[in-house]
């Protein structure tokens, strides 16, 4: 496309949004409920989208509103595609080579988990506003317009999808503490 066509927003083209944004679709992807091992393609998918749609973009919105526009309306498509394991096949097992400490390690992994067990509990719309507003900090204004519903309806979606968070951390809670109680 001629450069004189696209959008007349400073600095919007695929490689500034991929390199501004990517980040933040990965996690946008894991959080609405695309497998880990889908990850990677899907993200491509969503930047094989602005690519197309970018010289369409009008700045109405936020650039992120927008990019997570297209991220819900992927996912929704990843979801309707037949699922099967993928695996990744490697010569060797991976080279564990971090410093941190591997308890530490093991919580984060296990709360990322947790999480993630527990937005999958979540309805779509539930969860698309609890991850844009509670997740990625996002204003309200900004989610009701990314999600596409009336502001009131993104706040009732939250307060609904704060409620359900809130009761299953809470079982988890109570799930791991039993298990402390009984030891090994």
């Known amino acids: 496309m001629p450069p004189d066509l696209l959008p007349q927003q400073p600095g919007l083209d695929t490689a500034s949004v991929f390199r501004e944004h990517a980040a933040y679709v990965w996690r946008v992807l894991r959080r609405l409920g695309v497998h880990e091992s889908d990850v990677e393609d899907v993200c491509q998918e969503v930047f094989v989208v602005i690519h197309r749609r970018l010289p369409d973009f009008e700045g109405r919105s936020a650039i992120r509103t927008w990019v997570y526009g297209i991220c819900v309306r992927t996912v929704s498509d990843y979801r ?19 410093n941190e400490d591997p308890h530490a390690d093991l919580a984060a992994r296990e709360a990322r988990r947790m999480l993630d067990d527990i937005l999958s509990e979540l309805d779509e719309d539930k969860r698309a506003v609890f ?53 090994p």
């Open 80 to 98: 309707k595609r037949a699922h099967r394991k993928r695996e990744l096949v490697t010569d060797a097992p991976p080279e564990q080579t971090s």
């Open 131 to 183: 991850v844009l507003y509670e997740i990625e900090s996002l204003t309200m204004n900004d989610v009701a317009e990314a999600v596409g519903c009336p502001l009131q309806t993104a706040y009732s979606r939250l307060h609904a999808a704060r409620a359900l968070v809130t009761a299953a951390a809470r079982r988890g809670r109570e799930s791991h503490e039993r298990r402390e109680r009984r030891g």
